[in-house]
Every structure is written in C-alpha cells, then in structure tokens.
C-alpha cells in the first residue's frame, strides 16, 4: 500500500463522512497529500548521495470557501498531512533541518477548487547547556536574534553559533559547519559594537547580502548561515 493510499484509509479511520462530504466538490484531501509530496521532490536539496535536504516547514494556500469548510478538520488533516510528509521522506532518503509542520492560509485570489502549497526550510534551534538567559539577562541584552520567529538576546561577551553539541546556539542545518560563526560584543549598553566573525565554515556567513570573514552588525542585520536566517535587532541607544 502506497503513501497516499495509507493517507486516505488513516483519514476515513478518523473521521466520519462528514469530512468526505465537505470536500466534495471542493478541494480534495487527496489532492492535498499528493501536492505535498510532489513539493517534497520538487525541493530536494542534494548534500550526499544518500541524503537531500527538503523543506520542513508547509503552509497550505485555499481560498475563502475552501478554507471555511476545511476549518474543522484543520487539525486532524494537518497531523496526517505531517504523517504523510515524514513516510515519503523516509522511502526518498530525505532529510527534514526541523520539525515538520502543515497549517492553512485563506487567500482571496484562489477560488473553489484551487490551492497552493508553500513550503521553506527552517531549521531547528536549541540553546546549548552554557547559554541559559534570565530575566535580567533579557533586559539587559544588547541586541537579540531572530531565528524562526524566536528571540535569543546577545549579551557580552557574546556567544557561537553552530551545529555542535559546544555552541551557545545549535542550528540543525546540514549547510551550518559545527562551530560556525560567533557573535561579539564589545563594551556595555546600548552603544556596545556588535560583530560576527566567522569561524572557518565550509560555506561562509552571508552578512546583508556579502560574504564575510567578519563584519559589523546594526539594527535589521541579516545573517545567513547555510539555510538558516539570522536576524539582528538592536536596542536603540537613548540621547
């Protein structure tokens, strides 16, 4: 039994006919399943032989009227559409950076019967043993990063970034080398000087478009590491 097959019987496992009638002539969760796979293929990233690298992170585009009716089952599709994710990945030998997740968008400019899948690479974070900010550590902070809509305040002397277990942050992203750049803080306050160095990674730190050994970081610096975006704000200095 195939993939979607497996989809298919889980969903009619799950819920009633109720679920069948609302998409009857509407979008179909099917439909769905296989526009997710085929997302998955189009988005391979090749990084060995054995391993491409996909996109982990799906929104699903409907519009007003399909949306309306896929809203009460929006959680139960969402799981089996994250199911279905992970068991094509396993038979392609694909790699997920993160957490898998589906959710749905309305969009006005689709009408009955159409979608659109979205899709983007977000790698999962997790801050490292030695990097434990406290509440004063929060106020205090002379900047923050924003990685995945997640704040992580810089304080000096800073702090490294990496896929290895010794950083301060750990970026699970192939593209990302283990110790691979660190953030720097020089003096106090809201005046401090803020730079990135990178630290001898494979593939480089992408500073506001430029590959750089190091470079000055302002408020709305962007980093990229790997497939991994970086973004700086500062806390403004008061006059």
């Not at 993160?98 to 983007?120: I, K, M, Y």
Request: aromatic fraction near 6%; hydrophobic fraction near 40%; include cysteine.
């Amino acid at each position: 039994m195939g993939v979607l097959q497996r989809f298919e019987r889980r969903l009619e496992g799950m819920v009633t006919g109720a679920f069948t009638k609302a998409f009857r002539a509407e979008v179909q969760p099917v439909e769905v399943a296989a526009a997710l796979q085929r997302e998955l293929d189009n988005n391979a990233q090749i990084v060995t032989r054995e391993r491409s690298l996909v996109p982990n992170d799906f929104v699903i585009e409907l519009g007003s009227h399909d949306y309306g009716r896929l809203a009460p089952y929006s959680g139960t599709l969402a799981h089996e559409l994250v199911e279905l994710a992970k068991e094509h990945a396993d038979l392609q030998h694909y790699a997920f950076t993160g957490p898998v997740t589906v959710a749905f968008e309305q969009l006005d400019d689709l009408g009955t019967g159409q979608f659109r899948v979205r899709s983007t690479v977000r790698a999962g974070v997790d801050r490292g043993a030695t990097y434990t900010p406290t509440e004063s550590t929060e106020r205090s902070a002379t900047a923050y990063l924003v990685i995945n809509g997640t704040q992580h305040p810089v304080v000096a002397p800073g702090l490294v970034l990496g896929r290895g277990s010794e950083c301060d942050l750990r970026i699970d992203d192939p593209g990302v080398s283990r110790r691979h750049a660190e953030i720097r803080v020089h003096g106090t306050g809201p005046d401090a000087q803020i730079v990135v160095v990178d630290l001898g990674s494979t593939n480089g730190t992408v500073v506001d478009g430029v590959r750089a050994a190091q470079a000055p970081l302002s408020d709305g610096s962007r980093i990229v590491l790997g497939s991994t975006i970086v973004d700086v704000h500062r806390r403004v200095a008061r006059r």
